[in-house]
């Protein structure tokens, strides 16, 4: 593990550099909220798509895929309930016009002897307590108060009482009494579709994938290939007006979800089930490189609950600014279906033939949700890979990818540039390698400094064909990312050992 402090802007530079994530729209001076995945970026994005798909459709029976629109019809919202509740509680500061999640926004009374001389707030972050301690303690001294400081308590802002929204002071201006109440504020992007543009044309960017299941559900059934327990997997872009997009790509205004409805029996012990997922989740993770050692669990506490959850757990990841959400786990009930059956008047009661009581074999499913955040996946994996080590003297930048997320799986290297038959060895091994992964030749410097570039995106193989390949034995060096060991190997061993490490 990376404890420097400096790691999140490491990440974030090396991203840059090296074309993995670039800040959208940079040549108009970026787009709050937004961000372009470059030609390395898209690998990594993509293979962890692609691993997910495998292991939670392909390698499974009882998943099956979709791929819905991003605009649905808009009664969708209103029945899932979106319209109405999905909002963050906004502040506003009137003076400086900036605005603030009210649940991210921290104040604490600074008592001195007793005596309660005035407000601190902070903003949500890994350091928030000492920057709160040191703003109360600031306070003090500047109001030449004696006596001993009581500890610094912080709350969020919706936990403020209406007396005290005029006392706290506002995060970009520092003084009291510009702070509004908290008002909730809905996150769903609104868009017209057709050509007018009035009240009857307002549709909305899907803010989840999972309402894109719910209303395919009944389509699902009705084709027939699937029987409860089973569940549906979607992976797509969604989008929600952040009040507050920041740290990188963890919280922006468009991100991708992979999210699963797993639809159950009303009567099957459904927290045993969200349990088992996870469980599962974890394996997931600590399977593609995020070592189980980073993550933990966070269960909602009941009154924290979203619109349409009975029980949420998220797993968290120890990123470089704190522990945060990678994912959430609910279980949604019967909910969404309800609703849409409501709302639409189409039944979604499914039979279910395998009930022994025949009086319970009609019924609307239940149902589990694990939903991943791509984007965080991408932030986390790159923050458990990236290391800075020295090595023969020399510092290296190394990304441990898993060979499965890794942008390039090897790359391809003539050990000189001025021989032709090496080169043409080496570029017949690459374009062979390329039929099946994508391999990287570079025969330009050192072959130390093109390793090292290799290292810094995370290319697990280094493949060196030398003149021992040409005049002795036909094999070729593999270098191993993370071990540093070299060993020699003939081209179809390593067609094999390729294949084992990289496709399991
Ligand atoms: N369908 C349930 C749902 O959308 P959520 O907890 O709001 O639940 C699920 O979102 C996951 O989507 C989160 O755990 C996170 O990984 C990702 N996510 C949510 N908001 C995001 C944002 N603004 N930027 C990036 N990822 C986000």
Not at 133 to 151: F, S
Not at 481 to 493: A, F, K, P, V
Request: aromatic share 12%; net charge neutral.
């Amino acid at each position: 593990m990376n404890d420097k402090e400096t790691l999140m802007d490491d990440i974030v530079n090396l991203c840059k550099r090296r074309g993995f994530i670039f800040p959208s729209s940079e040549i108009y001076g970026g787009y709050n909220g937004f961000f372009d995945y470059g030609p390395l970026g898209v690998e990594l994005k993509n293979n962890i798509k692609k691993a997910w798909w495998q292991d939670m459709v392909h390698r499974r029976d009882d998943i099956v895929g979709l791929d819905s629109t991003i605009i649905h019809h808009p009664m969708t919202w209103k029945a899932s309930g979106h319209v109405d509740n999905f909002t963050d509680p906004l502040v506003d500061c009137r003076e400086s016009k900036m605005r603030y999640r009210a649940d991210q926004l921290f104040f604490a009374p600074v008592v001195v002897a007793g005596e309660k001389i005035g407000y601190v707030s902070v903003l949500e972050d890994g350091d928030m307590q000492e920057k709160a301690e040191e703003a109360a303690r600031d306070l003090k001294r500047r109001l030449a108060k004696q006596g001993e400081l009581a500890p610094i308590v912080l709350k969020d802002y919706t936990e403020a009482k209406p007396d005290e929204y005029a006392l706290i002071p506002s995060p970009a201006t520092g003084k009291p009494g510009s702070l509004t109440p908290p008002r909730a504020f809905n996150m769903m992007f609104q868009t017209y579709v057709g050509a007018l543009r009035d009240e009857t044309a307002i549709a909305y960017l899907r803010p989840e994938t999972a309402q894109g299941i719910f209303i395919n559900y009944k389509n699902i059934i009705d084709t027939g290939r699937v029987k409860i327990p089973f569940g549906i997997a979607q992976i797509g872009k969604a989008f929600r007006n952040e009040i507050n997009p920041r740290n990188f790509i963890f919280r922006s205004r468009e991100f991708e979800q992979m999210e699963i409805e797993y639809f159950i029996s009303p009567k099957a012990d459904w927290k045993k089930i969200h349990q088992e997922w996870i469980e599962y989740c974890m394996n997931w993770f600590d399977g593609i490189g995020i070592p189980k050692s980073r993550l933990s669990l966070y269960q909602h506490p009941k009154e924290k609950l979203a619109h349409y959850s009975k029980g949420t757990t998220d797993i968290m990841f120890e990123y470089p600014f704190g522990v945060q959400e990678l994912q959430g786990i609910a279980a949604r009930g019967n909910f969404d279906l309800t609703q849409h059956q409501t709302v639409s008047g189409k039944s979604m009661e499914y039979f279910d033939d395998r009930e022994p009581n025949k009086d319970d074999r009609k019924y609307i499913p239940h149902v589990i949700e694990p939903s991943f955040g791509v984007d965080r996946i991408v932030l986390a994996v790159l923050t458990a890979a990236y290391a800075e080590e020295e090595v023969e003297g020399e510092k290296r930048v190394v990304l441990r990818l898993h060979p499965r997320l890794a942008p390039y799986k090897a790359a391809v290297f003539p050990l000189v540039k001025n021989k032709p038959e090496l080169v043409e060895r080496a570029e017949n091994l690459y374009r062979r390698l390329k039929r099946r992964w994508n391999v990287f030749y570079d025969a330009a410097g050192a072959i130390g400094r093109r390793y090292r570039r290799q290292d810094e995106i995370g290319t697990p193989f280094g493949i060196t064909v030398d003149f021992d390949t040409l005049e002795k034995d036909g094999k070729v060096t593999l270098r191993d990312r993370d071990s540093l060991q070299q060993i020699r190997i003939t081209e179809d061993e390593l067609v094999a050992y390729l294949s084992e490490k990289i496709d399991g």
